[in-house]
T-cell receptor, first 118, second 108 residues
Framework: NAGVTQTPKFRVLKTGQSMTLLCAQDMNHEYMYWYRQDPGMGLRLIHYSVGEGTTAKGEVPDGYNVSRLKKQNFLLGLESAAPSQTSVYFC?????????????????FGPGTRLTVL | RKEVEQDPGPFNVPEGATVAFNCTYSNSASQSFFWYRQDCRKEPKLLMSVYSSGNEDGRFTAQLNRASQYISLLIRDSKLSDSATYLC?????????FGAGTRLTVKP
């Protein structure tokens, strides 16, 4: 049981290049999330998905696109990378809330991808 | 103003000390609350959820004050292994908002 995995672990891009980050989970979770973490800022939600084929914008979606074609995978795309997108990217997943749980479903995080845009 | 504010620290304490972290949040509609722990260059992991009545898990006690929009975490009898960054997390539906974290170093 690998939990949440992310590919790649590290990447250096030049401004204007594109890339896709892959997140995979084997816990059969409905919900998946992409965050970025910058010094002094905490984690910020980029996009999330509540099920296969559905995605929604988070707090900082600009410059990113996502797709959830399979339940276990959540892809984050950067079409034209900018230095401001240098960050550590974390993927997370959680199970679907049941009635009465009041939002208390734990998020499980992947190990992160360190991206530098030159 | 950040939606979730924490004292960044660092807190440097000796083993065995009691240490308290505070967190305030601005969205009064927030529904659920958590403390996550993040070790250096690692992913965040859930430490404990924070319930309205307050809750305890071994040496860790969490409190929530909805009226003041304030969350706290108390660590008793600190261990070297408690050294980490502690993240306050506030959730409304699927929108999780993280504080920037409070760094704790426990020294021998």
């Amino acid at each position: 049981n690998a939990g949440v995995t992310q590919t790649p672990k590290f990447r250096v891009l030049k401004t204007g290049q594109s890339m896709t980050l892959l997140c995979a989970q084997d816990m059969n979770h409905e919900y998946m999330y992409w965050y970025r973490q910058d010094p002094g800022m905490g984690l910020r939600l980029i996009h999330y998905s509540v099920g296969e084929g559905t995605t929604a914008k988070g707090e900082v979606p600009d410059g990113y696109n996502v797709s959830r074609l399979k339940k276990q995978n959540f892809l984050l795309g950067l079409e034209s990378a900018a230095p401001s997108q240098t960050s550590v990217y974390f993927c997370a997943s959680s199970y679907r809330l049941l009635a009465g749980e009041w939002g208390y479903n734990e998020q499980f995080f992947g190990p992160g991808t360190r991206l530098t845009v030159l | 103003r950040k939606e979730v504010e924490q004292d960044p620290g660092p807190f440097n304490v000796p083993e065995g000390a009691t240490v308290a972290f505070n967190c305030t949040y601005s969205n009064s509609a927030s529904q659920s609350f958590f403390w996550y722990r993040q070790d250096c260059r690692k992913e965040p992991k859930l430490l404990m959820s924070v319930y309205s009545s307050g809750n305890e898990d071994g040496r860790f006690t969490a409190q929530l004050n909805r009226a003041s929009q304030y969350i706290s975490l108390l660590i008793r009898d600190s261990k070297l292994s408690d050294s980490a960054t502690y993240l306050c997390v506030v959730k409304n539906n699927n929108d999780m908002r993280f504080g920037a974290g409070t760094r704790l170093t426990v020294k021998p």
